[in-house]
């Protein structure tokens, strides 16, 4: 896209000649990412305002009533700047700059104060392990190894150290070194070569990569999803993940966010076991001295796993050994991403597992994981598609969609790398799935067309449309959410039932006036209609109240509560007091239910 | 042999639906009978027509001559505030064959009047008050946790605690729940957190229940087993009996015999073969097998371990070809049959040297196991329903346990097709899709017991082979007699161990 120095007709531009502008500020709310839905949305993906066939800022912003209209509360925009795009722009060649192909800075600041004009939070990606090999920094620093930059890398004479560190890109990566021939050395990459390591034992590291952050924080933006944190430091003797030192340096970092930037959030990215993601929270004691949010990655495939097999307990074990979080802390939860169904955080037994039950076609694999999207991941079976979201926005954490899975968009896994899952939006049956004007030929992906995923079918314009459509439903449930803050403040317990195939399980958060929002979710991971009796005794006297249809359903009495649930089938019960009962306990009697585990989680 | 429970769910329904009918004693006027009353005069009488009614009687097939109460410990008495009075009876129950008396314990409570809640649980009206089985009670049950949590002693009943074991509630508990599937014994679940589990037919000795999992926390081994939390202990004929046993209540399990009737209901109706299946049970097979593996290696750990030689085996396949005796008067299907069953006793004991035998879990079947969100629980340690606490205590070969978990697999593969409202003749495809699932079960199960214990079960194939027949023909006989409608699921894995043999060596490693 070319620099636009003049704004098109009707659209606003804040007043930022001259000076560093700011986007309006939302009140602050120091929990709001607690009770966010996130939608993870790829500029290049989304609207293409300018014709040229990729998707920008500036036609993000034109769809933002749309995903006001959905009930998201915060977007999450992968990596939109300047890159040579060999790792989908997580090779960031300049961290001031916005990829010509996407717009400018002022239509960044644009976009922020449009979503913040419609209560709309955006966050965005913040590389910090690595850089493009294209970075000025490291043309620097191969060039002149006594330069003020020769120590920004991770320089070495031989390729041999820090040989416990695994290989994360096993597809097309031999080794975690690579020789520069232009400086005589090798350089560490933990993932692309192209991607050389940042050296942080260099205290100016530090503080260039902050600046780099202040620089967006100026800018308006809400917080970062923080790339690959666990790897910034390396050590011999460790397999160079989630040390010490890496803590430190994100200590550095909420500090001054804390200091200058309250209420701007920090998500780890962390691909880890739970007990090791925890620690990006930090101390416990402070609440969290870290990353806000962390990704719970074995969440994920876990719930894909236990509904095939019809059983809760992948799920229920997962959360079992998943330790309690800060009390300023959130997990953020997700089905699938931009990223490969990623399967590092599973047995061996369970990766054979998921691959022969959602990935039969080798090409639907990549790296450690599967590279589809969730229709297609479920056959495209509509109750499968509804108890997925249902699951997705009742378990603990803020839940992140990935753009078109609201209407169940396909992937084409003859594309390259993680492509497949990474096509334009589809908006309607017109050309280009109404995503762009160009020319078919200079689109940057070609739009889904098969017959049942193409944009002729699947697109919003004729979900809109239609009433019963899986974009509808996906936004009642959000709407649903939005009106019980139990969602995404409450606490987590499961229900004890003996029926395998039933996961159960209340959400309980006491609102400030010292009213309970209590929610009972049950759900059937079964094809087949399954009976279950909760015992709720403590409950006894209050009628659940479905929360889709507000049908009231019978009173809850001394005895097991007996529900029949339909195959895939779900429910969302709040459970109202009726006003001249007892007092109910808010909690099942079981205090320690979900306490840390007694026992190492199996791996 | 393999699971009569049937899902928890579907018993607790059963109950509810009401399978006694309601109390329709009419209601009497309050008496206030002081200080240690006198047992209604009828109360034998009564118990007498009302036991062998009740799940956990065993001797069902005998004819009770004499009932007479044993010994008897006041619990409770609120009769004078509305409340119940319980008692503690041991029953001596004598037979008209003349035959052993048995023991058994029988937690009463008397009422003025009966909440609702507690009418299934009716024995009879005696002397202007309500009898009933106090285990619906938890005015009654409580008084177990909060007496073991304070050491009480009352009458010849000690309450203790379990050293070492998390402390009890003095007081406080809100909820008792029955549980509705034992076969031996009778439990109850506080506060949804513990299980206090009565033993209803008592035995002299300290029951296995108690000792083995105590045996496992000794040796460091305590995982795989529900935590012990308290006991209570009497005596009978001068020997020490427990009576109950309060353990951590195993919350947010399922059995394993429902998980695994949900993977076959999975694979019938997905049309895909087993090891493509979503609902496949291999991988939990498999963690099944390390499982017991791990068990068992704690109870040898903890009880030792013995050899038993030519002598004893011979010994023991002498015991089988006598159940195979007896099976073959009650069920002359058997008999051809036999001839086959006798070529597998005969090489085992002429070619098997010498067999390892410790304590074992004794009456082991996806019935007895517990999936917990993180692990597989073994419970109900109390052997076989039918054997004598000498029997109990045997040590025998952990292949026992291994071929009790093999032939439940094979139960649960073709569960379905003895359902009501199946077809009598099962289609062809599917019971190759079952058959298919128990192999791969069996096996899975067989390599996780190999990865934990050093030793495939298969490779004693001989042994495995004789045990599995023997399982069978204890299932054949007892399901004739108890169950008939499942009697066809062991005889016809006898008729298939019998072509196996007949048509080829039974010493093939890929017996399963």
């Not at chain 1, 500029?43 to 014709?51: E, P, T």
């Not at chain 2, 047992?39 to 009614?53: E, F, K, T, Y």
């Amino acid at each position: 896209m070319s620099t636009p120095d003049v704004a098109p007709p009707g659209v606003p531009t804040p007043g930022r000649r001259g000076g560093p502008a700011h986007s309006l500020a939302l009140t602050p709310d120091a929990d709001w990412f607690k009770r966010a839905v996130f939608y993870e949305v790829l500029v290049r993906a989304f609207h293409d305002s300018d014709g040229d066939g990729s998707g920008d800022l500036r036609g993000l912003r034109d769809k933002l009533d749309y995903l006001q209209w959905l009930g998201v509360d915060c977007l999450w925009l992968p990596p939109f700047f300047d890159s040579p795009l060999r790792d989908g722009g997580y090779d960031v060649r300049d961290y001031r700059a916005v990829l010509s192909d996407f717009g400018t800075i002022d239509d960044f600041v644009d976009l922020v104060d449009a979503a913040h004009a419609r209560g709309i939070r955006v966050i965005t990606d913040m590389v910090m392990n690595h850089t493009s090999d294209g970075h000025r920094w490291f043309q620097e620093s191969r060039r002149d190894p006594d330069g003020p930059y020769g120590d920004f890398y991770m320089w070495a004479d031989d390729d041999k150290g820090y040989a416990d560190a695994r290989i994360i890109f096993v597809d097309t990566e031999t080794s975690n070194w690579a020789y520069d021939p232009v400086r005589g050395q090798f350089y560490f990459h933990r993932f692309f070569s192209h991607q050389p390591d940042l050296n942080y034992e260099n205290p100016r590291v530090h503080d260039a990569m902050l600046d780099n952050l202040r620089f967006w924080l100026d800018l308006g933006i809400d917080g970062f999803r923080l790339d690959a944190v666990p790897y910034l430091y390396a050590a011999e003797g460790t397999n160079s993940e989630n040390l010490p030192a890496t803590h430190a340096f994100l200590k550095k970092v909420r500090r001054v966010v804390d200091a200058e930037y309250a209420g701007r959030v920090l998500l780890a990215e962390a691909n880890q076991w739970p007990e090791d993601a925890v620690a990006y929270f930090g101390d416990p004691q402070t609440g969290g001295d870290e990353c806000h949010m962390a990704f719970h990655f074995p969440l994920m495939p876990r719930i894909f796993m236990a509904v095939r097999r019809e059983s809760r307990f992948p799920v229920s074990e997962i959360l079992a050994t998943t330790p309690k979080i800060p009390s300023g802390a959130q997990w953020g939860i997700f089905l699938r991403n931009h990223d490969e169904l990623t399967l590092e955080m599973v047995t061996d037994e369970e990766r054979d597992y998921m691959y022969a039950e959602y990935a039969k076609d080798p090409r639907m694999r990549a790296n450690v994981g599967i590279r589809r999207r969730l229709a297609p991941l479920l056959d495209n079976d509509r109750d499968q598609l509804e108890l997925f979201t249902a699951l997705l926005l009742s378990l603990p954490g803020s839940p992140i969609l990935y753009y078109g899975d609201e209407i169940g968009m396909g992937d084409n896994i003859w594309l390259g790398d993680r492509d497949a899952v990474r096509t334009p939006m589809q908006w309607t049956p017109d050309r280009n799935a109404g995503f762009s004007t160009a020319d078919p030929g200079k689109l940057y992906l070609a739009p889904i067309m098969d017959t049942i995923y193409g944009y002729q079918s699947t697109n919003i314009e004729a979900q809109l449309a239609t009433p019963s459509s899986l974009l509808h439903w996906t936004r009642r449930m959000l709407h649903i959410r939005a009106e019980h803050p139990a969602f995404g403040l409450g606490d987590f317990r499961e229900l004890h039932v003996s029926n395998p195939a039933i996961l159960a399980f209340t959400r309980h958060h006491i609102r400030p006036d010292g009213t309970d929002d209590l929610v009972v979710c049950v759900n059937n991971l079964s094809r087949f209609p399954q009976p279950v009796d909760l015992e709720l005794t403590l409950h006894a006297g209050t009628s659940p109240v479905e929360l889709t249809g507000r049908v009231p359903f019978p009173p809850i009495g001394d005895g097991p509560y007996s529900l029949t649930l339909p195959g895939h089938g779900f429910y969302w019960f709040s459970l109202e007091r009726a006003e001249d009962s007892e007092p109910a306990a808010p909690t099942s009697p079981a205090p320690e239910a979900h306490e840390a585990p007694e026992e190492e989680p199996t791996p | 042999m393999s699971p009569p429970r049937e899902g928890a769910e579907r018993n607790d329904a059963a109950e509810r639906d009401g399978t006694r009918p309601p109390s329709e004693e009419p209601r009497l006027p309050s008496e206030d009978p002081a200080g240690a009353a006198p047992l209604p005069a009828r109360l034998s009488w009564v118990l007498a027509a009302w036991l062998p009614w009740q799940r956990w009687f065993a001797a069902k097939e005998r004819i009770i001559g004499e009932v007479t109460v044993e010994q008897r410990v006041p619990l409770v008495d609120r009769l004078a505030d509305g409340g119940p009075r319980g008692i503690l009876l041991t029953l001596r129950v004598e037979f008209t064959d003349g035959g052993p008396t048995e023991f058994y314990q029988v937690p009463i409570g008397l009422r003025t009047e009966l909440p609702p809640a507690l009418e299934p649980g009716v024995i009879a009206a005696l002397d202007g008050l309500v009898c009933y089985d106090a285990l619906a009670d938890r005015e009654i049950t409580a008084l177990f946790l909060h007496g073991i949590a304070a050491g009480r002693t009352l009458g010849d009943l000690r309450l203790v605690a379990e050293p070492g074991a998390e402390p009890l509630p003095t007081s406080g508990t809100r909820t008792s729940r029955p549980l509705g599937v034992e076969q031996s014994n009778s439990s109850v679940v506080l506060d949804e957190r513990y299980l206090l589990k009565f033993f209803r037919r008592l035995q002299p000795g300290v029951n296995q229940d108690l000792e083995l999992p105590r045996a496992l926390l000794e040796v460091g081994g305590a995982g795989h087993v529900p935590a012990i939390l308290g006991s209570a202990q009497g005596t009978l004929d001068g020997r020490p009996v427990t009576y109950a046993v309060v353990q951590r209540y195993v919350a947010n399990a399922a059995d394993g015999w429902s998980m695994a009737l949900g993977s076959v209901r999975d694979l019938l109706a997905g049309g895909q073969p087993p090891d493509q299946a979503g609902g496949d049970f291999a991988s939990e097979a498999r963690r099944l097998g390390r499982t017991v593996a791990e068990v068992h290696a704690g109870l040898a750990r903890a009880r030792g371990t013995r050899v038993l030689g030519r002598e004893g085996i011979v010994a023991v396949v002498g015991e089988m070809r006598t159940r195979l005796a007896a099976a073959r008067r009650a069920i002359s299907t058997l008999d051809r049959h036999a001839a086959s069953l006798d070529v597998i006793f005969t090489a085992v004991e002429t070619s098997v040297e010498e067999v390892t035998i410790q304590r074992v879990h004794g009456d082991l079947h996806l019935g007895q196991v517990l999936r917990t969100p993180t692990d597989w629980l073994l419970v109900d340690f109390e052997g076989e329903p039918a054997a004598s606490q000498d029997e109990r205590l045997r040590m025998r070969s952990p292949l026992r346990d291994v071929a009790g978990m093999l032939r439940s697999f094979d139960y649960a593969a073709h569960h379905q097709f003895i359902e009501p409202g199946h077809p009598t003749v099962p289609d062809p495809a599917a019971l190759r899709l079952a058959d298919e699932w128990s192999r791969r079960s069996q096996v899975a199960f067989c390599e996780g017991y190999a990865e934990r214990s050093g030793t495939d079960p298969r490779d004693q194939p001989l042994l495995l082979r004789a045990l599995l027949a023997d399982k069978a023909v204890y299932e054949a006989v007892y399901e004739t007699r108890w169950r008939p409608r499942w009697a066809s699921l062991p005889l016809a894995a006898i008729r298939r161990y019998a072509r196996e043999i007949a048509s080829g060596s039974p010493r093939a490693h890929d017996l399963l």
